[in-house]
């Protein structure tokens, strides 16, 4: 199957992505609203659509009823008494005639409940179809899962833990994580060393960066503890600067400051 890229995209297909209306139902999410700031810039273009696509959004968000007070609703339906005061005597219509006019009625109501219902079912499936934009994997108790990314990366999910990601990821889409719990990873390299298109794992602590990397990221009530095996990662911490780790170093992240493991 082929995908289209953003730098094609019109506003209403901006308008139907998850990625694209995290951006703007969540602008503090620095990773994302990261991502689309250094898009939009190698893609100036597209500004007038993305800022069509966000209107679009924020739009569909609104509640479109009315505010109205007493006088206005009396105002209303004294205008709707006085049109019908005013309307011309109805004829009755001849039995062909109503006939005809029943079976146009008729039809006209089942295409349109055919047609409620199909729209009905295309939004169910791209929110819970196989093809859905976001996946979620979460392990139980006594359970380890072995996953492959998007990018051929694998990842052992330990017990107890979930882990969020895109289905597919492109030139356009982050390489990116979101994971609660515990988890090894061993990541591809990749020789584009570019940040847009680094590695990255985000915890409730930190978020990791890597290239061809494999580590290993525990949480735990007091912190969370990055070991990393080979290849080299950087921890970038809230309000801190941003963390190198070598080979055989292992870090605990607490809520008070990093500290090195032995």
Known sequence: MSYKSYSVYSAEEFALDDLFVRWVKYPNDEEVASYWTIWLSNHPYQEETVELARELIRTGSRSYLPNLS???????????????????DV??????VRAVVGWWYFIRTVL???????????ALWMQYGPNQSIRTVSTPTGQTRQIRLPDN????????????YARRWTDETPRAVWLNGEADFSITHRNDTSSARLFRVHTADLT??????IFRVRQRPKGTCV?????????LLKHQTPIRLKPGDSIEVASSSPKFLP
């Open 70 to 88: 007493t006088d206005d609703i009396s105002s209303v339906w004294g205008r709707i008494r006085e049109s019908l005061q005013t309307m011309e």
């Open 91 to 96: 004829r009755p219509l001849q039995p062909d």
């Open 112 to 122: 349109a409940a055919v047609a409620v219902v199909s729209l009905i079912g295309w």
């Open 153 to 164: 990366s694998r990842m052992t999910l330990y017990p107890n833990s979930t882990v969020r």
């Open 208 to 213: 990791i960066e890597a290239l061809g990397t």
């Open 227 to 235: 070991a990393l095996t080979s290849g080299q990662v950087d921890l």
